[in-house]
């Protein structure tokens, strides 16, 4: 389970820690999969894992996903596939591909960096939600209170958190959106597909915790996520696996996803998968720069979770 791939110049404070991977650590990461993985496609894992093993010379069987649809997957990671010829899988939340909306986590971190505003200016603001309250006082290394303000709003519901967002604003004074693509284009994403190397999911489309809303929400996040997949050519009818968006689930909301004509469905759970896994909780290792950066790293946080 990746999300990002950055070049160094481009890694800062902002971006959390486990959300990415250098694009140098990205290629040894490739070459340490080629070499002691046999590595398929998502579709191989539902449809042809009976044929895959009798060929893989007694080599595990993992698969590449990306979470989130970054435009830097294009930038940075499509090309390292291109160039050892191993295949991924991207789950989109398909109301951000082609837009400059940004999550708000990284608004969130993009307020935090700003400024106080002075005592004197932001008296009139000294009623603000709880919750941002306690984001004021945090106190520490910017890493943890990114980390910890973020814990604190996830659970909430998407429009507490923009409400919170906006009263934050307020009370620093900052500007909160931020400028430029974030988010791959829906060109980018045909391209990539037809490389043969990349194929696509659904996030969602709004990418929020699906157990934050009601059974009606999560079947409009659904459906319009599938459908728009399905209009913008990039996945086929018969076959469209899933991501449960900040791993957000319950029995409710995988039997909606089953229920909504998806194939498969992968969580953030640490963990490898047998014959016997549900195909609709699907776990996975998820790597990041900070756990992985050399390859004894990445091969200690990769069997460390294997199960005979």
């Excluded at 290629?27 to 042809?48: A, E, G, P, S, Y």
């Excluded at 935090?112 to 919750?131: H, V």
Aim: charge should be neutral; include cysteine.
């Amino acid at each position: 389970m990746y999300h990002r791939v950055l070049s160094e110049s481009e890694i800062n404070e902002c971006i959390q820690p486990g959300m990415y991977v250098s694009q140098d650590t990205f290629k040894m990461h490739l070459r340490f999969l080629r070499d002691c993985f046999h590595v398929v496609t998502v579709f191989d894992l539902c449809f042809n894992l009976t044929e895959i093993i009798g060929r893989t010379n007694n080599k595990p069987i993992c698969a590449l996903t990306f979470d989130d649809g970054w435009q830097d997957f294009y930038k940075y990671a499509f090309p390292v596939l291109k160039e050892y010829e191993i295949p991924a899988t991207v789950f989109l939340p398909t109301e951000y591909i082609g837009t400059d909306q940004w999550f708000w986590t990284d608004r969130l971190a993009h307020l935090l960096m700003q400024k106080k505003r002075r005592k004197n200016q932001i008296q009139s603001y000294m009623e603000a939600d709880t919750f941002v309250n306690k984001i004021e006082r945090l106190s520490g290394a910017f890493e943890f209170q990114l980390e910890k303000s973020i814990e604190m709003l996830k659970g909430l519901h998407h429009d507490k958190i923009d409400d919170l967002l906006i009263n934050l604003s307020n009370r620093r004074g900052a500007y909160q959106q931020l400028m430029g693509r974030s988010f791959l284009s829906w060109e980018e994403v045909r391209e990539m597909r037809e490389s043969g190397l990349v194929s696509y999911g659904s996030h969602t489309a709004s990418h929020h915790l699906l157990a934050t809303l009601d059974s009606n929400d999560v079947k409009k996040e659904l459906m319009q996520s599938r459908q728009k997949l399905v209009d913008e050519g990039v996945v086929e009818n018969s076959f469209i696996p899933f991501c449960y968006p900040n791993g957000s689930y319950n029995g409710r909301i995988v039997k909606m996803v089953k229920d909504a004509g998806y194939s498969m469905a992968v969580t953030t759970q640490n963990n490898w998968n047998d014959l016997k896994s549900n195909p609709f909780l699907l776990q996975r290792v998820g790597i990041h720069q900070d756990m992985t950066s050399s390859m004894a790293m990445l091969g200690y946080r990769i069997v460390k979770k294997f199960k005979n």
